[in-house]
Each structure stands twice: as structure tokens, then as C-alpha cells.
């Protein structure tokens, strides 16, 4: 655990709208090129907060927190994580009272710029050296994109089932 | 976890559908985890200061120890043969989640030439200067917010 790697999740918490998993490219961006975890380490860390209840970039924080310095490492990386959305809403307040500002063409503004990390998010799972060779992983990843769309699945359900396959295409040497 | 809370508060009379969709549209707008902004926004509404302590403490204290709960339980499973396939078909699963998530994003919107534009241009410029996305978000918010107002304005 360093003064760093807590930097890393003090500046994600800022960038984070739209949902968790728009930052989770850039939080590999910076773990892995900052050279605080391996990508395959991160690779982990992403199965892992993603199969534990909760918002994603708040359980990668935690489960990297851990990695690093044990349970205070936990603690103070989710807290970095969280100063952001705290303090902004201080800030927010005041803005708001100076600058009406319009939600609704905020939102829009918003949904143009998670469309963008989320992209970045996906090319990013999808680049990284962990997949390379491993086809399968590939492969359950159409199946479960095609199945969240198409069937009204939990998605924790599709998580434990991808990881079954994981297992099954594993012990027939395809993975 | 948005859509349960929901539920759950309308049912138990804590607040109304509108005070809720009231603090969910601000939470989109706010950074963070939205199920952290919501939480923390319908605790501020139900019970001032100490409903947002108190709610904010409810819906970050579970996850954090899942968390720890399931990296030692992982730690102790090291040894298992299924560990390292289960754990990749979990991360195809967020290669197909984050697809889905990314397809219902531009299903959602309409795509006018200059909006396409810009989002090819942003994730090509992610691509290579990725520790410049603070400044990509604040100058995509200051040009796009106004041209949507514009938008939404009846002349």
C-alpha cells in the first residue's frame, strides 16, 4: 500500500459517472501501468468484485486495498474511492444555488461521456494479456453478452453460470 | 441494487416514488457508485445528516467485508484445480455484462454525425493519452452541456 495506489482511487472517484464499470479501464490503466498490480492479478481482482454483491469500482477498490496492505489497506482504499461523491456534493450544492443548471441536458451531456468510457472499458477487458490464447473465456463472454440481452437473467445467476462454464471448458482443455 | 431500494422504501412508507426518482436523477449526475449517491441522498431525505450517515454506512458496509470475506475464502481455495477456470468464466461473464451495458448505452440515445464523432474521437484519445480523462470528461461536460440545452430549449 502506497500514498499512489490510494492517489489511483482518490482520482477515480471523480471520474466515476454512469455507473461503476465505466472506470474499470481506467482504474487498470492505472494499477497495471502504475505497476501496483500484473494484469493478471487485475483480471482476478475484476472476476472477483464482480462476483461479490455490491458496486464494482467500490469492490475493486476494496479487494485491491487488501492486496496491498491488508484489512487498513481495505478500509482506506474504499474510503479514497468515496471522498470524491462525498465532497462533490458540497461543491455541487453550491454550484447549483449560483448556476441553474438543467438536468436533463446534464444527463444527456453525461450519457455521451459514459458512452465513451464504457467503450473504453470494454476494449480494455478485452485487450488485456490475460485473454490472449484463451478463446473460451472469449466465448462464454458472446454467450453471457447475447443471454444478458436477450433473457431477463439475474445477473448474478449469469455470473456463477459463466464461471461453471469457466470450469467445464477448463477440464476439457479449452480454455 | 437501485430498483430494490426502491421498492423497499416505497413499501415501509419511508418515501414517495417522486422524492425517490427525485434523488435518483441528482446521484446521475454526481460521481461514485450511484447506488452509493442514491443511498446516501434518500437517507439524507428521510432523516436529515444522520439518515445520510447512517444509509451510507448501510450500503458500503456489506460489500466491504463480502469482499474480504471472499478474498480469504479464495486464499484458502488456492489449491483447487476449478479456481483458475471459474474465476476466468466469471471474467468472461464481465466481458459479456460490460458488452451488454455498452450496447444498451447507444440503443438508449440518438446518434446525430457529431455525436458519433465525438465519442469515436474520445475513446480514440482514452486510447492514447488515458491519464488525460479528467480533462477529456470537464471539456466534453462544458462543450456538450450547453448544445443539449440548446437543444431542449422550445423557441
Not at chain 2, 40 to 50: H, V, Y
Amino acid at each position: 500500500m502506497s500514498l499512489a495506489s490510494l492517489l489511483v482511487f482518490f482520482k477515480i472517484g471523480f471520474l466515476s459517472f454512469g455507473g461503476g464499470w465505466t472506470t474499470v479501464g481506467l482504474i487498470e490503466a492505472d494499477l497495471v501501468g502504475g505497476g501496483f498490480l500484473t494484469a493478471v492479478e487485475f483480471s482476478r481482482a475484476v472476476s472477483i468484485a464482480q462476483m461479490t454483491p455490491g458496486p464494482i469500482a467500490l469492490n475493486l477498490a476494496t479487494y485491491v486495498g487488501y492486496r496491498l496492505g491488508g484489512f487498513p489497506g481495505a478500509a482506506l482504499h474504499t474510503l479514497a474511492l468515496l471522498m470524491a461523491p462525498l465532497l462533490i456534493v458540497w461543491i455541487a450544492g453550491a454550484l447549483s444555488r449560483k448556476i441553474p443548471l438543467q438536468r436533463s441536458a446534464l444527463l444527456s451531456a453525461l450519457q455521451t461521456i459514459t458512452a465513451i468510457l464504457l467503450t473504453s472499458t470494454l476494449f480494455s477487458l478485452l485487450q488485456t494479456p490475460v485473454l490472449s490464447g484463451k478463446w473460451g473465456v472469449v466465448l462464454i463472454g458472446a454467450v453471457a453478452f447475447f443471454v444478458f440481452l436477450k433473457a431477463k437473467i439475474d445477473p448474478v445467476l449469469l455470473i456463477f453460470l459463466c464461471g461453471g462454464a469457466g470450469i467445464a471448458l477448463g477440464f476439457a482443455g479449452m480454455l | 441494487m437501485v430498483p430494490i431500494f426502491q421498492v423497499r422504501l416505497e413499501k415501509e412508507k419511508l418515501l414517495s416514488e417522486k422524492a425517490f426518482l427525485q434523488s435518483l436523477g441528482l446521484a446521475q449526475c454526481l460521481p461514485g457508485p450511484i447506488a452509493f449517491n442514491v443511498s446516501r441522498l434518500c437517507g439524507q431525505q428521510i432523516a436529515g445528516g444522520w439518515g445520510s450517515f447512517a444509509a451510507t454506512l448501510g450500503v458500503v458496509i456489506p460489500p466491504f467485508f463480502s469482499v474480504i470475506l471472499v478474498s480469504l475464502v479464495l486464499n484458502w481455495l488456492q489449491q483447487a484445480v476449478w479456481l483458475e477456470p471459474f474465476l476466468s468464466g466469471v471474467y468472461g461473464a464481465a466481458l459479456g455484462l460490460v458488452g451488454g451495458m455498452v450496447y444498451k448505452v447507444y440503443r438508449s440515445q440518438k446518434w446525430p454525425p457529431w455525436k458519433l464523432a465525438i465519442v469515436g474521437g474520445g475513446i480514440a484519445f482514452l486510447f492514447l493519452f488515458p491519464s488525460w480523462v479528467l480533462a477529456l470528461i470537464l471539456a466534453l461536460l462544458v462543450t456538450l452541456y450547453p448544445v443539449e440545452k440548446r437543444g431542449r430549449t422550445p423557441r
